[in-house]
């Protein structure tokens, strides 16, 4: 099982409003990532930090930002929620000389906006 | 760019019968493949990669085979079970990083 914890796994909120999705790991993952997924569908990187102070967007644009401030703790926030929102967004870590392709997935954050 | 293709969105295959999932792909310098498989609920999870170097690679109950002339990808589960039921993604690595396939459900009927 994969030390990496998503909060909360459900959201429903309405429009305007500003959230959080946190992601925690364990793990000491110096890499950590978001992806937003609709159902059934690929996942699309949203952004990526390879360590602390460090943040990059990824190739789906996007309207979230995020923060690393401590190596375990990558979140992600939107200012003003929309109903294009509306998604799963899941976060993943990996680390520095593991597999390239190895990512560790959080069990996601399914967020509606109404 | 990159991009991953998968040919069914959906599979359905007998319990104890083998499963194959196949994907294709774009570009032909991509040298790093790997397989994730998703269960309901949850984030996807590592199965099995394999770099362009190789042809076949076999894990437990597993094994990617990689044909680069025509660029496409399987993944074959041997005897499948219904703890194999998931939604199964292709990715590769691009230029800093994975680019995944839209994903096939894999349904085991008894």
């Known amino acids: 099982e994969a030390d990496i914890y998503q909060t909360p796994r459900y959201l429903v909120i309405g429009t305007g409003k500003k959230i959080t999705l946190e992601c925690s790991q364990t793990?000491?993952?110096?890499?950590m990532y978001w992806y937003q997924q609709d159902p059934g569908m690929e996942l699309h990187l949203i952004h990526y930090?390879?360590?602390?102070?460090?943040?990059e967007k990824g190739d789906l644009s996007s309207e979230s930002t995020v923060s690393r401030i401590r190596t375990e703790h990558f979140p992600l926030t939107l200012e003003s929620a929309r109903p294009s929102h509306t998604s799963q967004y899941l976060c993943?870590?990996?680390?520095?000389?593991?597999?390239?392709?190895?990512?560790?997935f959080g069990e996601g954050s399914r967020l509606t906006v109404l | 760019g990159e991009s991953v293709g998968l040919h069914l969105p959906t599979l359905s295959v007998q319990e104890g019968d083998n499963s194959i999932i196949n994907c294709a792909y774009s570009?032909?310098?991509?040298?790093?493949f790997i397989w994730y498989k998703q269960e309901s609920g949850k984030g996807p999870q590592f199965i099995i990669d394999?770099?362009?170097?190789?042809d076949k690679r076999q894990g437990q109950r597993v094994t990617v085979l990689l044909n680069k002339t025509v660029k496409h990808l399987s993944l074959q589960i041997a005897a499948t079970q219904p703890g194999d039921s998931a939604v199964y993604f292709c990715?590769?690595?691009?230029?800093?990083?994975?680019?995944f396939g839209q994903g096939t459900r894999l349904t085991i009927n008894p």
């Open positions: 993943a870590s990996s680390r520095w000389g593991g597999l390239d392709g190895e990512l560790f």
């Open positions: 793990m000491g993952h110096d890499k």
């Open positions: 930090s390879y360590g602390v102070n460090s943040t």
């Open positions: 570009n032909s310098a991509s040298d790093y």
């Open positions: 394999i770099r362009s170097n190789m």
């Open positions: 990715a590769l690595q691009g230029a800093q990083k994975l680019v």
